[in-house]
């Protein structure tokens, strides 16, 4: 049983560290929006590649507004995703040893 308890618990810690990277991932692509980025830089375009099919759909859901919610959205997500989810995974590997 303890090695199903190790990977639930490394589960955890992966999911834990990928939103974690999202959530800096849409804090910079909000911060550099408040600029003119340059489109063509690889950066920009990597950034907007990875966060663009999660705030996209959020955007579709909220009225046209003259300022972009959708990473507040995307925040309070994550931020539940990391109070909710990881934590359940962490307290079912704890209860499992």
Do not use: C, K
């Amino acid at each position: 049983m303890f090695v199903l308890a190790n990977f639930i618990h490394a589960l955890a810690v992966l999911v834990d560290i990928v939103l974690t990277v999202f959530y800096w991932l849409i804090l910079f692509r909000a911060i550099i929006s408040w600029v003119n980025p340059d489109p063509f830089n690889s950066i920009v375009q990597f950034v907007h590649r990875v966060t663009e099919p999660v705030l996209e759909p959020l955007r579709r859901f909220l009225p046209p507004m003259p300022f972009d919610i959708s990473p507040i959205l995307a925040f309070l997500g994550i931020i539940f995703l990391q109070s909710f989810l990881v934590r359940t995974l962490h307290d079912l590997a704890m209860r499992m040893v």
